[in-house]
């Protein structure tokens, strides 16, 4: 379930949300609105394939409404007072249900689930970035993401395209979050911002302790920038793909050659 390719290189990439699978038993106690997937991170692991030679990757292939990984694993909500889904999700980024009348997982159902799924991936990406830090003296987590651009359930108006997360500066050097930041402005065509609507998950506030020489950044792709439309089947427009990793790529040749 949860996939690890092993680099020699300071990167880390973090895939929570790439995952379609859902359990058969778990997969028959949702709502057609649930078994849709939709707020999968379509096709993230494509778009960053290749990217970038001798890098860590950490992905699980689970679901995010089997477990969300890139939740608290106590529940608690990254955004108090906003509108966002829990560590196993009751509705999806539209505020509709996903489960069927009654078939909500209970707490018991909740922690089971963190066991089996939540916690392996999370072992797993400790046990890299550890190894990683151990070769180079420093580790950059970079977690991939991707969503819609316009949830109103979520967010008001159009998403940037390109939205860093680093939780107000916490999570990594100054100069990590300025040489990202620099390269998405730089990209002609793209709008960015950091820490706007999503200031970095779970994963990148909990791993980004840059005073251990642990460093995370989170990168919300809007997903109409490399999709041929927002909607089903979610399809990989390469021409936009394309454009959009000439972008993406410089992030990371960016990120390789950074040192304390």
């Not at 950490?58 to 477990?67: E, L, S």
């Not at 180079?136 to 977690?143: K, P, R, T, V």
Request: net charge negative; charged share 20%.
């Amino acid at each position: 379930m949860i996939e690890v390719v092993q680099g020699g290189g300071p990167l880390v990439l973090g895939l929570p949300h790439t995952g379609t699978y859902v359990p058969p038993e778990i997969g028959a106690r949702m709502n057609e609105t649930g078994r849709a997937l939709a707020d999968t991170d379509w096709h993230i692991e494509r778009l960053y394939d290749g990217l970038i030679g001798d890098v860590t990757t950490v992905r699980t292939r689970a679901h995010r409404y089997v477990i969300d990984v890139n939740r608290a694993p106590g529940g608690e909500s990254l955004y108090p007072g906003q509108n966002t889904t829990g560590l196993v999700p009751l509705t999806d980024f539209d505020g509709a249900p996903i489960w069927q009348e009654g078939e909500e997982p209970d707490a018991a159902e909740v922690e089971a689930r963190r066991a089996a799924y939540h916690a392996p991936y999370h072992a797993a990406l400790a046990a890299e970035l550890e190894r990683v830090r151990a070769r180079h003296g420093f580790a950059i987590l970079y977690d991939c993401h991707s969503i819609r651009s316009r949830i109103p359930y979520l967010f008001e108006g159009t998403l940037p395209d390109l939205n860093i997360g680093t939780n107000g500066g916490t999570t990594c050097a100054p100069g990590i979050a300025a040489a990202v930041e620099a390269v998405c402005r730089a990209a002609d065509g793209y709008t960015t911002v950091t820490d706007g609507r999503f200031k970095g998950g779970w994963t990148t506030r909990h791993y980004g302790r840059p005073g251990e020489g642990l460093h995370a950044i989170q990168m919300e792709l809007a997903q109409s920038a490399y999709l041929a439309a927002e909607t089903p089947p979610w399809a990989y427009d390469a021409r936009r793909a394309e454009r959009l990793r000439a972008t993406l790529r410089p992030i990371f040749d960016t990120l390789s050659d950074w040192r304390p």
